[in-house]
């Protein structure tokens, strides 16, 4: 399941954005799936931005460092997506009210 980011800026990719298309083939995927993959996406870009854009040689290399700066733009459009594909299969504040169906996910899903 992959969303449909062709065409469109970083800048407009915000979590909660009703831009991203979410593909209905969500077999086996519950509610920490999505979590999961935030998650891990947050913690490659902080681990990057620690380690290789702070690092004292993109100071020395310019067009090192501009290359860094745009694979974490690109990194964060991708965790914003995944955000948004997570808000998607997210139950709606009606939803919640009228199935009683508090932190609760669309799709196949374990039960807690």
Do not use: W
């Amino acid at each position: 399941m992959k969303p449909n980011l062709e065409g469109m800026d970083p800048d407009d990719i915000q979590a909660g954005s009703d831009k991203v298309e979410v593909d209905e083939d969500t077999r086996g995927l519950d509610a920490f799936s999505y979590y999961e993959v935030v998650d891990r996406a947050d913690s490659i870009q902080q681990m990057f931005s620690t380690l290789i854009e702070a690092h004292p040689v993109l100071d020395a290399h310019p067009e090192l460092a501009e290359q860094a700066e745009a694979l974490l733009e690109s990194m964060h459009a991708f965790y914003c997506a995944a955000v948004n594909l997570m808000d998607a299969q997210s139950p709606s504040e009606d939803d919640v009210e009228e199935n009683g169906e508090e932190n609760s996910y669309k799709g196949n899903q374990t039960s807690e």
